[in-house]
């Protein structure tokens, strides 16, 4: 195998390798708005209690319609958030893929040498071994490169939806924190 076959392979190596940090980080990152959210929704219950102390009697002003509106805006915004949170974290589709096992691929190293080996059309013993050697390590150079490539790119497309589930879990949690703080002022202007 040449240098430059061989940095050809380093590099597809190493966008799998990348493609599994990413896994780790998303996985990580589920504390950070669930501790969030759950401050959040108890913030606005106890804004909701304070806000009608003996519950919902009777609306009585334009601002007790403000606050229940706002109230249940912040209760849809909150299910989006959690929904995106349940994709960004679960996935529901999330199938991560993997490299054979290391069992597996010695098998299959070994089952192309002995094809190689079986079907060589050199005549010497040596000359055979070493021929059925380099086809060996070509052609599972070249599956091994494939297996990269095909894993990687799944590995990629559930990373990236998992990318944007979180950003979208990030934006609603600000429109939580705005609706939270209307609910706030609202609450203390009564």
Known sequence: MTELEFKNIELYKEQYLFEHERRIFYDRLIQY?????????????????KYFPNGINEFCWKSDWLFICVFGLF???????????????????????????????????????????????????????????????????ENLKKYYITITEVNQKINDKRADSYYLTRTFLFVNLILLIVLGVIGYLK
């Not at 708005?33 to 209690?49: D, E, K």
């Not at 529901?92 to 079986?118: A, C, N, V």
């Open 33 to 49: 708005p669930t501790t969030l959210l759950v401050i959040f929704i108890g913030a606005s219950l106890y804004s909701f209690n």
């Open 75 to 141: 209760g849809i915004t909150t299910i989006i958030t959690i929904w995106f949170l349940g994709i960004m974290f679960h996935g529901f589709t999330r199938s991560y893929q993997y490299l054979p096992l290391s069992g597996d691929l010695k098998k299959h190293e070994l089952g192309l040498y002995k094809y190689y080996y079986k079907y060589s059309e050199k005549n010497k013993y040596k000359e055979k071994r070493e021929d059925a050697k380099n086809k060996t390590c070509e052609k599972f150079i």
